[in-house]
């Protein structure tokens, strides 16, 4: 990618004791993107992320955001940066406006109708002037969402947004960041162990696990390869016949699995048809982020 | 805050007032007597100074206040800016309330403390001037607690500890008996002793006991300072 990452992490270690948390990590996030990063409990998103904005110290190594160092020059790498770390705690005796107005003061040149606009994009225009005591989860959620893009950040970091938000906050969220990503030229950053909620989202994913970096995946660009052979799937009424007959694949209960493409699959369903067994159902077995997933941690164990 | 201490300004100088004989105590010698509420403003100073890092750590808000675009030693800074402005807010609050009502209630006449005249305002304000030291010390101590040990409680149960059992300590360890003794921080809490030009115990001067009291609070903020620099925010 030719664009200048967003941030480098840069073979960042993290020990505390003799516990090493974050082993040798190396990460670039390129501009523009809903960038997920994944990996099961346990596995060091947290505390990247509390590295990544601050909040902890960096063992070894450093972590670059738009070219200033956090551990350096703190204080020009984090005006680029809004976060959620985890539950967005408020001041709960204030009213949302007069926490968003305290965050406000702290960060240059923002000014009482970008503070507006900021509580109009997520949607909380009606709730703004009541104490948080009052909130609900998913409101202070959103709340910590506008405290997050106050000052217009280059990157936003979130911890778990979907954390506690119900099917509808989630998919709202789901379609702000697209829309932060896209308009504002954001780049968000977004950790969790909900896989599903990450294939949705974002763009690329990292998956990490025990500290380390596992993969980086680009997704969405499976659907244009459809005529690459594919495993297939067809439901038929006697799957010996079947797979003598074809003569090749597996068979699973009633499944013959093959790998074809798109001629192929055609080919072996006329074959099925002529040869007079049944075929009630064809589909191409994609394998799911979850499958990689899990595939790719081993079932993944805390330890 | 401020109005219960108005309030027991005014409570206090009434009790004076029906408890003495009519027009025998001036008006200075009943703020002198007053005086011994400003231990008020200080337990008042405590609780702000306990809660103020503390707080941030117990409501998690701490998270938000440290990704913003200042420096943890700045953030340390404001907060005990903060815990100063109200110090000498409550104190001035405390001494305008404390004179405002002695005059109400006392004549204006001299009595066998005080000389008429600026004098006396001269000699309130050099104890309040003392007091004052001592209330920035425990309050600096109960900042401190509240950064190292993130917990109120502790903060404000170890400074009214201090307040409190500071006299026992003298007695305990005087120092006349033990001569490292003079360089404890009871010891040199009260710097009124000195009024006058007196030598205190051992040879201990004013001199003495305020650059003794400056360490402490000198190490006292670098302690805070260097923990709360360092410290890794979790959970």
């Not at chain 1, 001041?91 to 305290?102: D, I, V």
């Not at chain 1, 954001?186 to 994913?205: G, I, Q």
């Not at chain 2, 008020?40 to 503390?54: N, Q, W």
């Not at chain 2, 409501?59 to 990704?67: E, F, R």
């Amino acid at each position: 990618m030719a664009q200048e990452p967003v941030v480098r992490i840069q073979n960042v270690t993290k020990r505390i004791g003799s516990k090493v948390l974050i082993d040798r990590l190396t990460l670039d996030i390129p501009p523009g993107q809903v960038f997920g990063f994944l990996g099961p409990n346990g596995a060091g998103k947290t505390t990247t992320i509390r590295m990544m904005v601050g909040l902890m110290s960096i063992t070894k190594g450093d972590i670059l955001i738009q070219g200033a160092s956090v551990k350096s020059d703190f204080e020009r790498a984090i005006s680029a940066v809004g976060a959620i770390v985890e539950n967005p705690e408020m001041y709960k005796f204030l009213t949302g406006y007069q926490n968003l107005l305290h965050y406000a003061r702290m960060s240059p040149g923002i000014t009482k109708e970008r503070i507006m606009e900021a509580v109009e994009r997520v949607g909380m225009q009606h709730r703004i002037h009541d104490k948080v005591k009052t909130y609900s989860l998913g409101m202070r959620q959103r709340l910590g969402v506008a405290q997050a893009i106050l000052h217009r950040p280059k990157l936003l970091i979130l911890d778990e947004p979907t954390n506690g938000l119900d099917p509808q906050g989630i998919r709202e969220l789901r379609d702000y960041l697209r829309v932060l990503a896209k308009e504002e030229g954001a780049t968000v950053f977004v950790s969790s162990h909900l896989l599903s909620e990450m294939e949705l989202m974002c763009d690329t994913v990292a998956v990490i696990q025990h500290g380390r970096l596992i993969d980086v995946k680009t997704l969405g660009k499976e659907n244009d390869a459809a005529d690459r052979p594919q495993e297939t799937a067809f439901e038929v009424d006697a799957p010996e016949r079947a797979l003598r007959l074809v003569k090749e694949g597996r068979l699973e209960g009633n499944h013959l699995i093959v790998t074809a493409d798109r001629s192929a699959t055609a080919e072996i369903n006329t074959k099925l048809v002529l040869a007079g067994i049944s075929v009630y159902g064809i589909r191409v077995l994609t394998r799911s982020l979850e499958d990689q997933f899990l595939e790719m941690t081993g079932g993944g164990q805390i330890d | 805050m401020a109005a219960i201490l108005v309030f027991l300004t005014m409570l206090f100088s009434a009790l004076f007032y029906f408890g003495s004989p009519l027009n025998m105590v001036g008006a200075w010698e009943a703020v002198d007597q007053l005086s011994f509420l400003y231990y008020l403003v200080t337990i008042y100073s405590v609780v702000v100074a306990s809660d103020i890092v503390a707080g941030e750590f117990t409501w998690g808000t701490v998270k938000l206040l440290l990704i913003r675009p200042w420096t943890r030693t700045k953030i340390l800074v404001s907060k005990l800016l903060a815990v100063l402005l109200f110090t000498v807010l409550m104190t001035a609050v405390f001494l305008l309330a404390c004179i405002a009502v002695s005059f109400l209630l006392f004549p204006n006449i001299s009595s066998g403390i005080f000389p008429e005249g600026p004098g006396a305002f001269g000699m309130i304000m050099e104890d309040l001037l003392y007091r004052y030291i001592d209330l920035l010390v425990i309050t600096i101590f109960s900042f401190m607690i509240s950064t190292v040990f993130r917990s109120g409680g502790i903060a404000i149960g170890l400074s009214m500890f201090i307040l409190f059992a500071g006299g026992l300590f003298t007695m305990l360890f005087h120092p006349l008996r033990y001569p490292w003794a003079k360089y404890m921080l009871f010891v040199n809490m009260d710097l009124g002793k000195y009024r006058g030009g007196q030598i205190g115990p051992a040879g201990m001067t004013l001199g003495f006991s305020a650059a003794v009291l400056g360490v402490y609070v000198i190490a006292f903020l670098v302690i805070a300072w260097l923990v709360f620099k360092k410290r890794d925010v979790a959970a």
